[in-house]
């Protein structure tokens, strides 16, 4: 079963305005964390914000916040005031506490490719 | 701080030949990871090191794909011989702590192998 879906593959946003990406994950463990990576066309990947299985809050990062729903297990990223800068692909991904030294991995979703326009 | 660097950015190569793609985590990083992203499908694990000790490489995908990191410094991961399902973007990241499952990855910018 796919741990991370991300549904969308691509998603365009006029600039200035907001845009959700949606994630939803799969996990029986209790403690895990979700991050959000962006990757854009340059190929590196760059980390945006965490957000783990304990926090009470909804993290922000900026621009960038994550509308944590837990009992649906969706952790949606959501963009404020788009930018052209902005368009990239858009990685969701967890890495789960485990037990035994598990808990290294991260695994990520499809993504989904963001674009801006102006 | 000088992120993960990852070098060649592209290779061509074509099947049957050996490639050998280079990682420089971040200084003072023990964790160095290495994954794949075969076109149109998720990025997949392949394999973690702490040091230069293999911690789990369950996610090669065959014997042909051999990764090293002496001096738990940099690593290598070579491809012999190269097919063309091999061909993709593999990424190397690098975490201070593979403890905390807090703590993000950091990337490199990737190797985009073709395999012609």
């Known amino acids: 079963a796919q741990k991370i879906t991300q549904t969308q593959p691509g998603m365009f946003v006029q600039e200035k305005e907001a845009v959700t990406l949606d994630c939803t994950y799969d996990?029986?463990?209790?403690?895990?964390?979700l991050f959000w990576y962006k990757q854009p066309s340059s190929g590196e990947m760059i980390f945006l914000i965490y957000?783990?299985?304990?926090?009470?809050q909804n993290a922000t990062e900026g621009r960038y916040s994550l509308n944590f729903q837990k009992a649906r297990k969706s952790a949606n990223l959501v963009i404020s005031a788009s930018q052209l800068g902005d368009s990239a692909m858009y990685f969701c991904a967890m890495r789960e506490g485990g037990s035994g030294g598990s808990n290294y991995k991260l695994t990520f979703g499809k993504g989904t490719l963001l674009t801006v326009n102006p | 701080e000088a992120g993960v660097t990852q070098f060649p950015s592209h290779s061509v190569i074509e099947k049957g030949q050996t490639v050998t793609l280079r990682c420089d985590p971040i200084s003072g990083h023990d964790n160095l990871y290495w994954y794949r992203r075969v076109m149109g499908k998720e990025i997949k694990f392949l394999l973690h090191f702490v040091k230069e000790s293999k911690q789990d490489e369950s996610g090669m995908p065959n014997n042909r794909f051999l990764a090293e990191r002496t001096g738990g410094t940099y690593s290598t991961l070579k491809v012999q011989p190269a097919e063309l399902e091999d061909s993709g973007v593999y990424f190397c990241a690098s975490s201070q702590d593979a403890g905390q499952y807090n703590s993000p990855l950091h990337f490199g910018n990737g190797t985009r192998l073709t395999v012609t």
């Open positions: 996990t029986s463990d209790p403690s895990y964390g």
């Open positions: 957000q783990g299985s304990y926090d009470q």
